[in-house]
């Protein structure tokens, strides 16, 4: 009973003192009324991303956040950004933005990717295009270990002498792909494979993993890569450009908010291709929350310190 009268007591004496002086209950954040709107793409790396960054803004800031996610394609995150529907755009790619929003040739130098995105975003729509995270998601020929060290396989180019012998599992999208699809892959490598199938994407690494395919076309950060402890060959003719993955934000917004650059540089640099794989697949392959997985990573490398 005594419990109850007191707890009833500080339960009233904390709603007279936020609706008279508007003060904030002990250990909790006072509400700066401003929200930042952070944008993910429909996918889990997007989502992780998203989540780390709106965790990392909370923590160090007074600023609230909200995620708007399953923005499906570069084009959708672009207007919206444009628009003022979203704030941060949590992860874009320099190869789908200098042959998509920027509607110019492929760079297949990463730095010189890296640069000239930066450049024409900022003339163009005036917004800043972060350095990268630290992973590139590009296209990826990858093979089991196995065959990896039978064949002796550790570049792309290692492929020709067996090829003919390989049946190659490929993305359905990747076969009609114009620049960096299958026919200028062939014009550039001179590889032709045994037989082709193309096929959704999700089903290349099991297909592989299974041997129902030698060779499957695969994305470079997803997590199966590591969980079915596959190999990725090296690109050494630099066929595939760069998908190095940056966060962006208009200009307008860091002007209204310069605290924001200094929390998101925090983690520029700092996940690798191989981090992203395993991020993506405490998501994808153990079925966690991206939020969740977001909120361990921060915590393992001390970021809430």
Known sequence: MVMKYVRGKVILLAAVCIVLSGCALPGLKGDSGQTIKIGAQS??????????????????????????????????????????EIDVA???????????????KPEKDPEKALKLTQ????????????DSYGFDNTYAFTVTQELAEKHHLDK???????ASQYKLGVDNYWMKREGDGYSAFMKDYAIKFGSTYPMQIGLVYDAVKNGKMDIVLAYSTDGRIKAYNLKILK??????????????????VLKEHPELE?????????IDTETMQE???????????????AKQFLEKHHYFE
Not at 156 to 162: P, T
């Open 43 to 84: 996918m889990s790396e997007s989502e992780i991303i998203a989540s780390i960054l709106a965790q990392l803004i909370e923590h160090n800031t007074d600023l609230q956040t909200e995620t708007i996610k399953n923005l499906g394609s570069n084009a959708v995150q672009q207007q919206a950004l444009q628009k003022g």
């Open 156 to 162: 792309i180019s290692d492929l020709k002498k067996y």
């Open 279 to 293: 991020l993506n697949y405490e998501v994808d392959g153990k079925l966690k929350e991206p939020s969740v997985v």
């Open 262 to 270: 200094g929390v998101i540089n925090q983690l520029i640099g700092t």
């Open 235 to 252: 690109d050494d003719k630099r066929f595939f450009p760069p998908y190095d993955c940056s966060p962006v934000v208009p200009e307008k």
């Open 119 to 130: 450049k024409e975003f900022k003339k163009r729509y005036q917004m800043k295009w972060f």
């Open 90 to 104: 949590a992860t874009r790619y320099t190869g789908d933005a200098l042959t998509g929003t920027l509607r110019m």
